[in-house]
């Protein structure tokens, strides 16, 4: 009998608290360049970075703050960003509703 679970498990598209929080010690590495989008969720513009974390490819959905902290580093053009590697942390903050929630901070940046 063939089980199914690991085949019929959600896997997203973008970065999240909790794979940072499953899997500490793992490099998110920059492979494209970032695109500014308008979040329907929350009603502001994200950049949306793509790269691998491990062997899944991901989305980070990086605010301006941590936009910021990798600009001081990387510049202001995304195409000079790929191949850099990112590390991240977790932190507690509070939702525009209300609700408390994990969130991503860049926490060391290795230029590419």
């Known amino acids: 009998m063939a089980k199914i679970d690991k085949f019929t498990e959600q896997k997203g598209?973008?970065?999240?608290?909790?794979?940072i929080q499953k899997n500490p010690g793992v490099i998110f590495k920059i492979t494209?360049?970032?695109?500014?989008?308008?979040?329907?969720?929350f009603q502001n513009e994200r950049l949306h970075i793509p790269g691998t974390f491990?062997?899944?490819?991901?989305?980070?959905?990086?605010?301006?703050?941590?936009?910021?902290?990798?600009?001081e580093v990387?510049?202001?053009?995304?195409a000079n960003w790929i191949g850099a590697e990112l590390s991240f942390e977790t932190y507690r903050t509070k939702t525009s509703d209300g609700k408390m929630t994990d969130a991503?901070?860049?926490k060391q940046i290795k230029k590419p």
Do not use: H, P, Q, Y
């Open 104 to 106: 991503i901070n860049v």
């Open 74 to 78: 990387l510049g202001d053009d995304t």
């Open 32 to 41: 494209g360049e970032g695109l500014i989008t308008k979040s329907e969720k």
């Open 13 to 19: 598209l973008f970065l999240k608290a909790d794979d």
């Open 54 to 71: 491990g062997k899944d490819e991901k989305t980070f959905d990086c605010s301006k703050t941590n936009a910021r902290t990798i600009k």
